[in-house]
Nanobody, 115 residues
Framework: QVRLVESGGGLVQPGGSLRLSCAAS????????LNWYRQGPGNERELVAT???????IYPDSVKGRFTISRDNAKMTMYLQMNSLKPEDTAVYYC?????????WGQGTQVTVSS
């Protein structure tokens, strides 16, 4: 059973930082690319970072240079370091994997950027 559990969200002031974690189980973690998505109020869910099985990463322009995705295969955990946060980064953040042809999601963690 694939299981993804996010943590690390919270309230932060503009310009601040947060580090999200996604603990995974139920599949061979090291063999799969992993993703972080977010969904803000009234918005569609959008991809914010992808990490390949080795070191390759992909970011949209909206977060490039501010967010860093990483993984620890030994701990079966993925991370999202978010710096220089803006109010428009406010959203529920989800980790995601596509495993055996279907997407799996965690329950999400709320990030609120506000003064």
């Amino acid at each position: 059973q694939v299981r993804l559990v996010e943590s690390g969200g919270g309230l932060v002031q503009p310009g601040g930082s947060l580090r999200l974690s996604c603990a995974a189980s139920g599949f061979t973690f090291s063999l799969y690319s992993l993703n972080w998505y977010r969904q803000g109020p009234g918005n569609e869910r959008e991809l914010v970072a992808t990490i390949g099985t080795v070191t390759s990463t992909i970011y949209p322009d909206s977060v490039k240079g501010r967010f860093t995705i990483s993984r620890d295969n030994a701990k079966m955990t993925m991370y999202l370091q978010m710096n220089s946060l803006k109010p428009e980064d406010t959203a529920v953040y989800y980790c995601n994997i596509n495993w055996r042809g279907r997407p799996y999601w965690g329950q999400g963690t709320q990030v609120t950027v506000s003064s």
